[in-house]
């Protein structure tokens, strides 16, 4: 028996072959006699278990463990618990120490869950799994192992990605027609191309906001459906924050108008917006970032249409703000505001605060899904504060480029990310 990490955790290694236990040949009472619980446990789960100590030394591998790792205890225990199960992503790629979770959990005093990573067997075939890890702690609070507990999951992600397979392919398919019909309802309504009563205008109003409605429903199924399976493809190029919103801006007031809300641009708060040349004059800093111009619109232009519809009267600010390492932008609203319990779900997939603004506004809950999706392609980070009656902000931080590195990938030298084209 070998104590790890404190009294009360002990384990014991080294297991007889597999038994067979069932009702029949061992009934439940003898199996105490002949085995401890915990072995008929580690024996006989469908999970694999892999106990590794705070060097990331295997200590114990499951018979289901050796089943999906390909490995056998004898060859396994006591080498680096990282070759044994090896860890790889989507795209088939090894992980560094510190984005590992099996190291991470070394690090850790929670647990940590992952159901995107792929175990590389020993005979190199990769098997979807779910993986559990569980750090044990010692009566001074310090890590000295950790459990892991994995599943192969093959068949719920192939079930999974059949899923996203057909909403990708049905609403690619639907979004075409419903654009013709929003296209031909447009040109109903333009009073240059066609003559129709008062009555009838009425009707093809809302047949045209309900398509509109439709196709954008349509649009963000496709978007979040490839943000989730990490094809959403973009175009990156330098971009320069100020100029970029300060140009949205523009357009954007002339929406707001129409709810006669007020839109403003500002630039500040930052100790570098103030800093002067040596004559005296003032600087305009370059907020420059690396992204798609329309990603980052998409991001906005979503971001603000909420806030329109949120708010019923005052101002949405859009403001820019940095320091060396980053960029800030934000957009501020005056209307409803998100009650706390919420806030912190908003950027989950079809997620709506459930309230009288909400059931009588129309929305899928998506829109910020996308938006995080697109800010964490780019590195980068969205959040929300918001009060009830008084307002949100939600704020987003890039990484900054120095003016050097945005002229450095501006260069027709520089070798760049291959360009692809949107999915649109
Ligand atoms: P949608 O607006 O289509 O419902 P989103 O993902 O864009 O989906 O937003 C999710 C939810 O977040 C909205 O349904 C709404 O409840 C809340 N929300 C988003 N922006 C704001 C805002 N500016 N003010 C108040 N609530 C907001």
């Known amino acids: 028996m070998i104590n790890i990490g404190g009294p009360k955790s002990f384990i014991m290694f080294g297991f007889n072959k597999k038994k067979k236990i069932d009702s029949q040949s061992a009934p439940a009472g003898d199996l105490a006699m002949d085995q401890k619980p915990f072995e008929i446990i580690i024996q006989n789960i469908e999970d694999g278990v892999?106990?590794?100590?705070?060097?990331?030394?295997?200590?114990?591998?499951?018979?289901?463990?050796?089943?999906?790792?390909?490995?056998?205890?004898?060859d396994a225990v006591g080498i680096n618990v990282k070759q044994v199960v090896q860890l790889v992503n989507g795209k088939g790629e090894a992980y560094a120490d510190?984005?590992?979770?099996?190291?991470?959990?070394?690090?850790?005093?929670?647990?940590?869950?992952?159901?995107?990573?792929y175990i590389m067997s020993r005979s190199k075939s990769q098997v979807a799994v779910s993986l559990s890890l569980s750090?044990?702690?010692?009566?001074?609070?310090?890590?000295?192992?950790a459990v892991a507990v994995f599943r192969d999951v093959t068949q719920e992600r192939a079930q999974d990605q059949q899923r996203k397979d057909f909403v990708s392919t049905a609403s690619h398919e639907m979004r075409t027609p419903v654009a013709e019909i929003e296209g031909y309802l447009s040109l109903a309504l333009n009073e240059k191309v066609a003559t129709i009563d008062e009555k009838a205008r009425g009707f093809i109003d809302k047949a045209y906001a309900s398509t509109r409605h439709l196709g954008k429903l349509f649009?963000?199924?496709?978007?979040?459906?490839?943000?989730?399976?990490g094809s959403l493809v973009d175009n990156p190029v330098v971009i320069d924050m100020g100029e970029t919103l300060e140009k949205l801006t523009d357009g954007l007031k002339i929406i707001g108008q129409k709810k006669n809300l007020l839109t403003e641009f500002v630039i500040g708060s930052s100790t570098l917006i103030n800093a002067t040349s040596e004559n005296g004059q003032m600087l305009k800093p370059f907020y420059y970032v690396y992204a798609d111009?329309?990603?980052?619109?998409?991001?906005?232009?979503?971001i603000y249409d909420n806030a329109m519809k949120y708010t019923n009267q005052g101002k949405i600010t859009i403001g820019l703000t940095g320091n060396d390492k980053v960029v800030q932008f934000y957009i501020k609203d005056?209307?409803?505001?998100?009650?706390?319990?919420?806030?912190?779900?908003?950027?989950q997939k079809f997620y709506r605060v459930d309230s009288t603004a909400t059931r009588t506004i129309g929305g899928s809950g998506l829109g910020l899904f996308i938006c995080k999706k697109i800010i964490e392609l780019y590195k980068g980070r969205i959040w929300v504060e918001s009060e009830v009656d008084k307002g949100s902000t939600f704020?987003?931080?890039?990484?900054?480029?120095?003016?050097?590195?945005?002229?450095?990938?501006?260069?027709?030298?520089?070798?760049?990310?291959t360009a692809k084209p949107l999915d649109k």
């Not at 510190?98 to 990573?117: F, Q, V």
């Not at 750090?135 to 192992?145: F, K, L, R, V």
Request: hydrophobic share 35%; net charge negative.
């Open 50 to 74: 892999v106990l590794f100590d705070s060097q990331g030394t295997l200590k114990l591998l499951s018979p289901s463990a050796e089943k999906i790792t390909g490995w056998n205890t004898k």
């Open 98 to 117: 510190a984005d590992n979770p099996l190291m991470k959990i070394l690090k850790s005093n929670n647990p940590i869950r992952d159901n995107e990573d």
């Open 135 to 145: 750090p044990i702690i010692n009566e001074a609070g310090a890590t000295t192992a």
């Open 219 to 229: 649009q963000d199924l496709l978007t979040s459906t490839r943000a989730e399976d």
């Open 293 to 302: 111009p329309e990603r980052i619109e998409q991001v906005i232009n979503n």
């Open 334 to 347: 005056t209307g409803v505001g998100i009650p706390e319990g919420d806030a912190s779900h908003l950027f």
């Open 395 to 417: 704020f987003i931080n890039l990484p900054r480029l120095s003016s050097q590195q945005a002229a450095d990938l501006n260069s027709p030298n520089t070798i760049k990310p």
